[in-house]
């Protein structure tokens, strides 16, 4: 699973990068066999940042996730969690 790591990894950093509070990023993944489901968890104040204007920086990594795991043969869904 150490493809899967750097998947969960690289949202961390971007996520952490984005924050004001990048000490309260928590960046969670669940593996199954062929998708794997990562679960960001960020500070309220973070939240806007994060997700950007109409969406715009949560669809970017949305992109970088699918675009990691194609590489990878495997599917990602990166969910942005209250």
């Known amino acids: 699973m150490e493809n899967d790591i750097q998947i969960k990894e690289l949202v961390e950093f971007i996520a ?5 509070h990048p000490e309260q990023i928590v960046v969670r993944e669940v593996c199954g ?3 794997s489901v990562i679960e ?3 500070a309220k104040d973070d939240l806007g940042k994060i ?9 970017a990594i ?18 942005i969690l209250e």
């Open 16 to 20: 952490r990068s984005l924050a004001e």
């Open 33 to 35: 066999h062929q998708i």
């Open 40 to 42: 960001l968890r960020a």
């Open 51 to 59: 997700i950007g204007k109409e969406g715009r920086n949560a669809h």
């Open 62 to 79: 949305r992109t970088i996730v699918n675009a990691a795991a194609t590489k990878l043969r495997k599917r990602a869904v990166l969910e």
